[in-house]
């Protein structure tokens, strides 16, 4: 039995939504449908359990922390760790992009306007229209305000309107 990080309190997982919290796959229900209950009747949702480890208890802001610490303090195999830093990737193509992208910093795509340098060619064609075109395709709903990305917009309506601090 497990216990919850929030609430100290067992949460019952079933054999299915322990599999999905490891090992998620396509064909696994929709991320909000996933849940667990606790003793207590409440329901935990599988955000507030994503990156905490099932043996221990340890929580990790990033997936790839947590694989990396599965299979360095659980021997869990099928992991694929990187050889520069504390990050765990279940596919070797995602091993070998963090590795191009952090550590090699390979950046195909440069901006002919500044220094600016990206991996995908999409993230410099948003670059390009946000902040030298200073398009803001983004507009808040409950206010008008516009934004030039997206998660500037959803921060803004997070912070403003629903009254949450920045996480």
């Known amino acids: 039995m ?3 990080l929030e609430t100290k309190k067992p949460v019952i997982m079933t054999k299915m939504t322990l599999d999905f919290l490891v090992t998620p796959s396509f064909d696994s229900p929709a991320i909000s449908d996933v849940s667990v209950q ?12 994503k990156n905490s480890c099932l043996e221990c208890h340890d929580s990790f802001s990033f997936k790839a922390s947590l694989l990396f610490h599965l299979a360095q303090k659980h021997g869990a195999e099928g992991i694929i760790c990187c050889t520069h830093c504390s990050l765990g990737f279940k596919r070797k193509s995602d091993q070998r992009k963090h590795n ?9 795509f440069a901006c002919e306007s500044c220094k600016a340098s990206f991996y995908l060619k999409k993230d410099l064609v948003k670059h390009d229209s946000s902040v030298h075109k200073k398009l803001k395709p983004f507009i808040c709903t409950l206010c008008g305000s516009k934004f030039g990305k997206k ?14 601090p920045r996480s």
């Open 38 to 49: 606790t003793s207590s009747e409440s329901t935990l949702t599988f955000s507030e359990l």
């Open 2 to 4: 497990s216990v919850s």
């Open 100 to 108: 191009l992208t952090v550590h090699e910093r390979y950046r195909p």
């Open 151 to 164: 998660e500037h917009m959803t921060r803004h309506v997070r912070s403003v309107h629903e009254k949450k």
